[in-house]
């Protein structure tokens, strides 16, 4: 019996293989193969240029900038983002009034597509008509930072549309995470004079640990991608001031024609983003908590 299995498993899995091969791995392969080229994107057959294309991303200050903010972003959404969606989670579960509200408040976001967002953003930032800028004149400032204008505000201001557009995912998982925790635990909890925070850090938060690792990895994609809201909203700029590797590819991609340029710049981030998720994985490992 055991002997014949792979006559019948192979044809039921040998399509689905064959597209999955035909349209990810070979793509990929084609991928890594003009990162190595010279190609406009018009012309038959890339030049193989070998490293030269890794070379010069070395020596890009563009490059550099990039990455710099997709690190800032992979700092700073994590901490802020999973840290209001864990509050979010456990307030609502604990029933606080007008939970439900809340709930459908905060989740809405995560319904609208990236480009409906941006373009919301960019009217709430106007330095004329922008709802920012008249509540700072309305307080007595007579003039207010131009939020995605200048280069010390523009990133600030992106992280802050990000963490309010992705909140309410991350929220959804710790609140399915925290569902499913046995009520005996979170009342004897209660018999021991444990309060709100003693409950969430003693009680809630080691359960949720799987969950946690989960959306690590989901924030440090979003991280280092931010390409949709971040061309939506400023295309990069003030001055390179909000660039990231994702805006930088596409530059160089579809403006300028380097695809084997772009493609060397698509296999660094690629093997960032596998290395750090990865990473995260290993070193949040622990025995799972049973209950």
Do not use: C
């Not at 690190?71 to 604990?94: E, N, S």
């Not at 709802?131 to 523009?154: C, E, K, M, Y």
């Not at 004897?188 to 925070?197: E, K, L």
């Not at 924030?219 to 994702?246: C, E, K, N, S, W």
Request: proline share 4%; charged share 15%; aromatic share 16%.
């Amino acid at each position: 019996m055991y002997r014949n299995k792979y006559r019948i498993i192979i044809p039921f899995l040998s399509p689905a293989l064959i597209l999955y091969g035909l349209f990810v791995l070979y793509p990929y392969a084609q991928a890594m193969y003009i990162a190595f080229t010279k190609w406009k994107g018009l012309r038959k057959s890339p030049r193989f240029v070998g490293l030269r294309n890794f070379e010069k991303l070395l020596e890009d200050d563009h490059f550099w900038s990039a990455l710099t903010h997709n690190v800032i972003y992979l700092v700073v959404l994590p901490l802020v983002t999973l840290g209001f969606a864990l509050f979010l989670a456990f307030m609502i579960t604990q029933k606080v009034r007008f939970s439900n509200f809340y709930r459908i408040t905060f989740f809405f976001p995560q319904m609208m597509s990236v480009v409906a967002i941006g373009i919301l953003w960019s009217f709430v930032y106007h330095p004329t008509i922008g709802i920012f800028t008249s509540l700072l004149q309305a307080l007595g400032i007579a003039d207010p930072p131009v939020w995605l204008g200048d280069p010390a505000t523009a990133l600030g201001s992106i992280a802050l549309v990000t963490v309010w557009q992705s909140a309410g995912f991350f929220m959804v998982i710790f609140m399915a995470g925290m569902l499913s925790i046995p009520k005996s635990l979170y009342e004897a909890a209660a018999i021991d004079g444990a309060g709100r925070r003693t409950t969430f850090f003693k009680v809630t938060l080691p359960l949720l640990w799987e969950n946690m690792r989960s959306s690590l990895v989901f924030i440090t994609v979003l991280a280092m991608d931010m390409f949709g809201i971040t061309y939506t909203m400023t295309q990069g700029g003030p001055d390179r001031a909000t660039d990231v590797l994702a805006t930088l590819l596409y530059e160089h991609a579809f403006l300028h024609s380097r695809f084997g340029y772009a493609t060397s710049i698509a296999m660094v981030y690629f093997i960032i983003v596998l290395i750090l998720s990865l990473l995260i994985m290993q070193m949040t490992r622990r025995e799972t908590i049973e209950f």
